[in-house]
């Protein structure tokens, strides 16, 4: 790979990681305002505290990043099973 292939590459990475993030943030915001979220082993969150995470992009942000897309890649295959 060259460096121009490397550095377009990473562009791109982090330009899919930033509209994931902001796709996520926008779920949350629609969220109930009193809703309460459990994360795995990091424990349970509210609304506006897990909106904090995601976008600091601390590990609980991580991790709701990765449960909200695994959730959406799925949703075909789940909306068929109904």
């Known amino acids: 790979m060259t460096q121009e292939s490397h550095e377009r590459h ?3 990475n982090a330009m899919r990681q930033e509209y994931f993030r902001d796709l996520v943030v926008t ?3 629609a969220m109930p305002p009193n809703i309460s979220v459990s994360i795995g082993d990091h424990g349970d969150f509210s609304k506006n505290d897990l909106i904090r995470e995601v976008r600091e992009g601390s590990d609980v942000g991580k991790a709701a990043i990765e449960i909200e897309m695994t959730f959406l890649r ?3 295959r ?3 099973s109904l």
């Open 10 to 12: 990473f562009k791109t």
């Open 27 to 29: 779920r949350l915001q």
């Open 74 to 76: 799925n949703m075909p």
């Open 78 to 80: 789940l909306a068929q």
